[in-house]
Structures are given as C-alpha cells and as structure tokens.
C-alpha cells in the first residue's frame, strides 16, 4: 500500500511541469494573436496618414487672378497712401479746382471778367461785351503736421490766376495770384489758435454764392485778405451757447497816391498796424444746424507826408462796424446776411472802390450790406438767390463819383459727379453816379468747374 501511494505521488509531482507549460503556451498565442491584430490596425492607421499627408503637400491648381475692381473707397486710401509724407510727420495734400467762366454784359462793366460796377453811360451807351477767362482756377497746398496731444500745426498755401489786373498781362498770360500763405497753432484742449500769415479778414466773415468772381464786392459785402497775427479762442457759455473772440493786427493796405497826396505807401507810414476783432454766438433757434451771429469791427489810419497844405491834416481813420448773420432753416435752405457802415473801406472793397476825397480831403462815408439764400441739393441741383447794396454819402462825392451800387443775381449748378460741375448765373446790376446818367447791366454768365 505504502509503495502505490509513493507512486501516486512521484507521478502526480511529475505531472505538474507539462499541465504549466501547456497552460503557458496558450497565453502566449493569445497574447500573439492580440499583438498581431493590433499591429495590423497600427500599420491600416500610418497608411491612411501617410495619404493624407500626400494629399496636402500636392499643389492645388492655380486659378487665373482676376483684377479687382477699384471704388472711391479704395482710390481715397491710395490718395493717402501717396500723400507726400517725411520723417517729421509733415503731409502736404494738393487741393483746388479748375474754373472756365464765359460772360455776356449788355453794358461795359469793370474790368469785365467779373464785375465791380456799370461804367458810366456817359458817351457810352449801351457797349456790351463777352469774356471768356480760366483766370478763377485756384491751387493751393494743405500741409498739417507735426501733431501732439496739446498741439497741432497745420498751414495753408493758395493762389489763383487774377494777377493780371494789376500786373499788365494779358488775357492769355495772366499771373499768379497769392490768395492764402499762413500757418496755424492749435490747442484743442483750450480751444486757442494762432494764425500768422496772409488769410481772410476777422470781419465780415461771410460771403454769398455767386458765380461771379467778386462775390458782391465794392457792391455791399466787405472784407478781404491781408498778411496778419491773429488769436482766436473759443468759449463754451453753456450747452446750447458757444461764445469764439478773434482778434488781429493785420497790415494797413493804403496806397501811393498823387500830387498832394504822394507818400512812400500810406498804410505803411501810417507807423501802426491795423486792428481787427469779432465776437460771436452759437446757439440753436431752429432749423437742423444752429444759428451763428457776429459782431466786428476794424480801425486804422492813413499817413500822407507830402500833404500840400498841412492844416488840413496829413492823416486819415479808416474803421467799420459790421454785423454778420448765418441761419440756417432746415436740410435745405440756408440764409447768410451782412451789414456794414464805415469810412475809407476802399482797401476792403468797400465804398465803391474809393476811399479818400483827395479833393475835399474827407474819408468817404459808406454803408451796405447783402442777404443771400442757398437752397438744395436736390439730387444733383443746387440754387441760390441774393440781392445786395451799397450807398456812398453823396456829401463826401466829387461830381462823376460812384454813389450807389446794386446786384440782384440768381444761379443754378448741376453736378455731373462729386468732381465736376457746371453753372449758370443771371444778374442784374446798376450803379449810380453823382451828377451824371446811371449804369445799368444785365449780365448772364456760365462756369464749367472740376475739383480736385
């Protein structure tokens, strides 16, 4: 017995290797069969990376580029991408317009490309004319910069071709004219400017619409262009009221003169300059856009040395008192109004163009003043419509002297586009003089413009 259970035993111990490697054996081909089942999956997964891959590198077809179309968006950034621009931060941007004005007056006018007043029918009746000019095109330069939080500099040089006049061209040979050569400081925080160079006059500001080139001068609208210093500054009162004081010392324009009243240039040796001031408010009355009105006034003085009688005094006042009106009704009408009175106002087109009664040797007295209406756009229409006066004293007149100057005139201008444009204009104009028969024109006029 005990020898069948040795037996048993060495068997079963005998057994046990063969039962653990066949139990072994079996893991390991299950564990084959897994590894080879996921390496076939890894191996599908490279392939369809691979293709992909291939895919992206290949190059697409390349289509023909077609060429844009260019808007007046884009071709006003291409502008100011061309603007001339340095180091400084300095740009200079051309601006202006070109002007053709043809003109039939059935009397003679002066000087007759536009005009100042009727000359006299004396012998002289009814002597019409026609102009044709480009002499209005006007040029001129904006330059701005350098620009700070506090500061800002800009200037502005312009000019047209009326130079002629008093230069002796002719009418196909005219000369330059300055118009504009100033600079300008600017503090936006305190709403204070300097302006120093040539630019319009502090008073009588405004100027009505006209196709005519004179713009009612010598006819009852004042006011200029000369070399100044000028301060301008800028009150907020309250919400509903703005209060802008400028004032000016401007160069005194006199003149050379004749016989007793020969001198090196009056203005000149006068010693002093000239002063300018204006005061005005904003505020809204009614109508889209508010209501500005103004108060100025200027005074200066005249010096003629080679006075032949010196009691009668060798120097003359030159002042005005104005008041200027800007009121528009609503998106389509605008009314703009001047009044004037002063003394010796020839150097701002004023008195009819004369200024001293070199034989009575008074300052001559003068008042006038415009009202003009600005109606549109409608579409591509624009109109306007004024009348304007003015009155010399008859006392202080020689005989044949310019008493009274009037227009009436009327204009209509359509645009072709934001660049050209053409107008026409009908005006209606007497001038009165003392002692002799009065002038009457009636003037049409038609201007072709492109602005740039």
């Not at 040796?269 to 500005?292: C, E, V």
């Not at 010796?344 to 009575?360: A, E, K, R």
Request: glycine content about 8%.
């Amino acid at each position: 017995m005990k020898k069948l259970v040795v037996i048993s035993c060495t068997m079963f111990f005998a057994c046990l290797p063969i039962a653990a490697s066949a139990a072994t054996n079996e893991e390991l081909s299950s564990e084959n069969a897994a590894l080879k089942l996921r390496l076939d999956r890894l191996e599908s997964e490279l392939a369809q990376i691979k293709s992909l891959l291939l895919k992206k590198d290949t190059p697409a077809p390349v289509k023909p580029a077609s060429v844009p179309a260019i808007s007046d968006a884009d071709l006003a950034k291409i502008s100011e991408m061309v603007k001339k621009k340095d180091g400084s931060g300095i740009t200079i941007k051309p601006y202006g317009y070109i002007k053709a004005d043809a003109s039939y007056d059935n009397s003679r006018t002066t000087p007759g490309n536009y005009v100042k007043w009727v000359d006299s029918e004396t012998g002289n009746r009814n002597d019409n004319e026609f102009n044709l000019t480009a002499n209005q095109t006007r040029i001129g330069l904006k330059i701005n910069g350098p620009q700070s939080e506090d500061m800002n500099a800009s200037g502005i040089v312009e000019v047209d071709f009326y130079g002629g006049n008093s230069g002796g061209a002719s009418e196909n040979t005219s000369h330059m004219f300055m118009r504009h050569a100033f600079l300008k400081l600017h503090w936006p925080k305190e709403r204070f400017s300097i302006i120093a160079g040539q630019t319009s006059d502090v008073i009588s500001p405004l100027n009505p619409s006209t196709l005519n080139y004179s713009v009612a001068w010598w006819a009852g609208n004042i006011g200029y262009r000369r070399p100044q210093i000028r301060l301008t500054k800028s009150y907020t009162l309250n919400d509903n009221l703005d209060l802008k004081l400028e004032g000016a010392l401007a160069r005194n324009i006199g003149t050379n003169g004749s016989g007793a009243f020969a001198t090196a240039e009056s203005g000149q040796d006068s010693g002093q300059p000239m002063y300018q001031g204006r005061a005005s408010l904003t505020f809204p009355m009614f109508g889209n856009k508010p209501t500005t009105v103004g108060l100025s006034g200027h005074w200066g003085k005249e010096k003629f040395d080679n006075r032949a009688t010196v009691a009668q005094g060798n120097k003359f006042d030159t002042w005005s008192l104005n008041i200027d009106i800007n009121q528009p009704i609503n998106k389509w009408l605008t009314i703009k109004s001047e009044l004037f009175k002063g003394e010796n106002l020839n150097q701002f087109f004023g008195g009819i163009g004369q200024g001293i009664n070199t034989t009575t040797s008074n300052e001559i007295s003068t008042r006038g003043g415009w009202v003009a209406a600005s109606i549109g756009p409608f579409d591509k229409w624009r109109f306007n419509t004024g009348f304007s006066i003015e009155d010399a004293d008859a006392d202080d007149l020689n005989a044949g002297d310019r008493s009274v100057n009037s227009s009436i005139f009327g204009n209509m201008v359509y645009s072709f586009n934001k660049n050209t444009e053409v107008g026409f204009e009908i005006s209606r104009w007497r001038t009165d003089y003392k002692g002799q028969s009065d002038a009457d024109d009636l003037r049409l006029q038609s201007s072709f413009v492109y602005k740039f």
